[in-house]
């Protein structure tokens, strides 16, 4: 395949907009893509126009390599990109776009890599089955529905074409969100002792979770991955000043480790909830938006010794610019890893997630799991979203030897 039809491949997923779901455009044009190459793929649809696609290479027998990424993307202000969101758009070695960094450029990579191993009838002794999602950045509703669907079975390894650039992640926090809603009673703000005030009960609640997770999360640390971890990004209440609010409500990300994860978690929440409803006058409510489990693979699987042996050269011959080494350098210092790090692949742990919470429900601690996907990470869920295109041309190259290797 020439290098203009690979852009090309990188240019259609592009110019869907998948930043609310609607995947199924962009799964169809997937799977004509695979047919003209003689490959065949099955959409697996969902309600509100999600679509996942699976396909397969090779023997159809063990060992089994699954290679994933999703279709969607964040939502975008549009009003704020100095370009087209929609069109791939190349300046200064970088391409810029809605998902070119996550993750339509990690997705192109694994679909060109598979359409030139078949093309080039490369034998493999097993299988590399290609499935792609719907709704990850949402409630990763198409993961757990393939995953009930036996999409990992007798699957031997999980590769997960995020963005991380040249590192590999093997293992990744879990993540409970949380919706609290306060229910008070309104008054005019001159006799407060007549109403209830909802944000006032609110802020006293997240006061205390936020002691006891931290204290929690404190007392049990994870060696890999860290600490469990709160915030409260969204809150609202209140119509106006002289108003007491009747009704306030708070959402909040927690990022957890296997050590305090998700149901202790939630029983915290739940305990303090009941105990703080008892002692006030109004009422808390919670909802669990989200809630998928941190997953720890193997730093020194199979999988990632041959990503590990067959990237390196190409971390060697790779190219930094200035503004990228002192980006590295304030890395380093805030999260102790150094994305432009010229000289090592690291192998660590990281705080986001992946569709690998719900595809190895099964399998969350010890799986052969590697996440490794061209693009820095740092780029990614921003206006002007930009990918190294070096890069992206040079990841093709590894997981065409990657799936080779492991497979051969």
Do not use: C
């Not at 397969?56 to 279709?71: D, K």
């Not at 990992?152 to 990744?172: F, S, W």
């Not at 609010?245 to 149901?263: D, F, I, K, S, T």
Request: glycine share 8%; no cysteine; proline share 5%.
């Amino acid at each position: 395949m020439q290098r203009a039809e690979k852009l090309k491949i990188y240019e259609k997923l592009v110019a869907f907009d998948t930043s609310h779901g609607h995947e199924r455009p962009a799964a169809l044009y997937v799977q004509t893509l695979l047919q003209t190459h003689g490959i065949a793929s099955q959409i697996i649809p969902m309600a509100d126009d999600h679509a996942n696609l699976v396909a397969e290479l090779g023997t159809g027998q063990a060992p089994v390599l699954v290679a994933s990424g999703h279709l969607d993307t964040v939502a975008i202000a549009q009003e704020e990109w100095e370009t087209d969101p929609f069109v791939l758009t190349s300046k200064h070695g970088q391409v810029y776009g809605s998902g070119v960094t996550d993750m339509k450029g990690g997705v192109a990579a694994l679909l060109i890599a598979m359409i030139e191993l078949h093309d080039a009838q490369v034998p493999l002794a097993g299988t590399l089955r290609l499935v792609l999602t719907a709704d990850e950045e949402g409630q990763m509703s198409g993961s757990r529905y393939l995953q009930s669907e036996q999409v990992m079975k007798q699957a031997d390894a999980l590769l997960i074409a995020e963005p991380t650039g040249y590192r590999v992640v093997y293992a990744n926090k879990g993540e409970v969100d949380l919706r609290i809603t306060a229910q008070g009673r309104a008054a005019h703000s001159s006799r407060p002792n007549f109403g209830i005030n909802a944000i006032q009960n609110l802020m006293d609640f997240l006061e205390l979770t936020k002691q006891r997770i931290e204290s929690q999360a404190k007392a049990h640390p994870d060696a890999v991955l860290g600490q469990t971890t709160s915030t409260v990004d969204i809150f609202r209440g209140g119509i106006q000043i002289n108003s007491i609010p009747a009704q306030a409500e708070a959402e909040l990300n927690l990022r957890v480790v296997p050590a305090y994860a998700n149901q202790a978690v939630l029983a915290d929440f739940k305990q303090l909830l009941s105990k703080f409803n008892a002692e006030h006058a109004g009422e808390l409510q919670l909802e669990v938006l989200m809630n998928i489990p941190p997953v720890i693979g193997e730093a020194t699987s199979p999988l990632i010794e041959d990503i590990l042996q067959i990237a390196t050269p190409y971390l060697k011959n790779s190219q930094y610019n200035e503004a990228e080494l002192k980006l590295g350098q304030h890395m380093q210092e805030k999260q102790g890893f150094n994305p432009f790090d010229p000289d090592e692949i690291v192998v660590m742990g990281a705080s986001g997630g992946t569709d690998g919470s719900e595809l190895l429900q099964e399998h969350l601690q010890g799986f052969p799991y590697a996440v490794f996907g061209p693009g820095n990470p740092i780029k990614m869920h921003q206006s002007n979203e930009s990918a190294d295109l070096a890069m992206w041309f040079d990841y093709i190259e590894i997981y065409k030897e990657l799936f080779q290797r492991y497979l051969g």
